[in-house]
């Protein structure tokens, strides 16, 4: 038998010998494994390695997490299971909603005042991009400035060039398409309020045309009592919940004080020191009966954009434990988080696929869940491990509009073409 192989052009070949044979055969072997391991052109599943968001099945990104040492892009979970679409028609508060920290202060948004803005930042994509992903909460700073009502991530309850992002009404009008969009979907909107102009909240909801989707704060239950079904908010069209931090536009404006509704942990690094779930201090204790909704913080003080795929992974989980216990073996209604989308894999989504799967179904993930079925009659699923393989290269890319790219030159496509590189040396003694 002969083996034959053009070098530079030149034809040779020569009798093999067992040794070739060998090789050859563990050369077609590596290749077959190493490739066919590898994807791409939207096959690759959760952790599995990318180099492009197109590598990536809808749903996932290109991503990684270097605060954990885990440098070699993995496809990673950005967009959340809506549990509706699984479990429809419950009271409101049965579920486990995202809410997005500070979603207006957005990395790389311009500033519209002409002033270098000095402040932190807690997300990384626009509100409707947001929105698309299966946020469902949105936390905004309001402030009386220039003659108009701003989203400003300030101090002292006061607005200045400097900590000012944009108008609030654009952001409203951001939530306005999504609801006209998607008629099933419900926003809960959780306003820090610094808005003293005389009923210029309720004129700005209106201006956006968010009235028509208002839920009434008559209509809110004040004792603890379950909210009304999905099915019926969506058939009145009820579809907005907006809260206040300022008890006197409840009388004055018709929005409903937060903490008459939700209880709350404390927010900053009060709400992310393990073993520790404590209410805010505006908030009932967080095992009160008298408040049907519940409202976990899950980010610190300062955020810090390269650590949140740290926070947002194993140390979410244990706290939602902890602040479970907490609450009298309550699951959160709504989490908060910083950078929504960072994490060493499921993140975030993982975690409100398990709170909901809990409540809802009593299975150990929303996706277990089967509509009709009784209480803890779950299909066989497998809840992935969310840890991939740590190797070197790339950064975060994909739809949401991160800071960085991934590696131009895929891992797997590198390693295979170094090591047919050596065999083929090997087996031609070249």
């Not at 270097?66 to 699984?86: D, H, L, W």
């Not at 519209?112 to 299966?134: H, M, P, S, W």
Request: charged letters at 15%; hydrophobic letters at 35%; aromatic letters at 10%.
């Amino acid at each position: 038998m002969f083996v034959c192989f053009a070098v530079h052009g030149v034809k040779r070949c020569r009798a093999a010998a067992n040794g070739d044979l060998f090789l050859l055969l563990l050369l077609i072997s590596a290749v077959f494994v190493i490739t066919s391991a590898a994807c791409s052109n939207g096959n690759c599943q959760l952790l599995d390695s990318c180099s492009t968001s197109t590598d990536c099945v809808p749903g996932l990104y290109c991503g990684n997490c270097a605060e954990m040492g885990k440098n070699q892009p993995f496809c990673t979970r950005g967009q959340a299971i809506i549990p509706t679409s699984v479990i429809y028609g419950l009271p409101f508060n049965k579920y486990s909603w995202l809410v997005t920290h500070n979603s207006f202060s957005i990395v790389d948004s311009p500033s519209l005042t002409g002033a270098q803005r000095i402040t932190f930042y807690n997300q990384e994509d626009t509100v409707t991009n947001q929105l698309g992903n299966g946020v469902r909460g949105l936390m905004l700073d309001m402030y009386d400035f220039e003659n108009d009502i701003w989203l400003c991530h300030s101090f002292r309850g006061e607005c200045y060039n400097f900590t000012a992002f944009q108008p609030a009404i654009n952001t409203l009008k951001e939530v306005e398409a999504f609801l006209s969009e998607n008629p099933s979907e419900i926003i809960t909107i959780i306003i820090e309020d610094y808005v003293h102009s005389p009923k210029g909240l309720t004129n700005m909801f209106t201006n956006a045309g968010l009235d028509k989707y208002w839920f009434p704060v008559s209509k809110m239950p004040k004792k603890g009592e379950d909210w009304p079904t999905i099915a019926n908010m969506i058939r009145e069209n009820h579809r907005l919940l907006v809260f206040t931090s300022d008890s006197s536009k409840e009388a004055d404006e018709g929005i409903a004080y937060q903490w008459r509704y939700m209880v709350e942990n404390q927010p900053g690094d009060g709400g992310v020191q393990a073993g520790s779930c404590s209410n805010r201090k505006e908030s009932k204790p967080l095992n009160s009966k008298s408040a049907s909704l519940f409202l976990q913080n899950y980010f610190p003080t300062i955020p810090v954009q390269n650590e949140a795929c740290k926070e947002n992974s194993a140390p979410l989980a244990d706290m939602i434990g902890t602040c479970y216990k907490a609450a009298g073996n309550v699951v959160p209604n709504f989490l908060a988080v910083n950078f929504y989308m960072r994490s060493d894999g499921g993140g975030v989504f993982d975690v409100l696929d398990r709170m909901n799967g809990q409540t809802l179904c009593g299975c150990n993930t929303i996706t277990a869940c089967q509509a009709g079925a009784s209480f803890g009659v779950c299909k066989n699923i497998t809840v992935p491990n969310t840890t991939p393989a740590t190797n070197t290269a790339g950064s975060f890319s994909g739809s949401v509009q991160f800071t960085g790219s991934a590696s131009e030159v895929p891992f797997p496509s590198l390693f295979v073409l170094c090591f047919c590189q050596i065999l083929f040396k090997l087996f031609l003694n070249i």
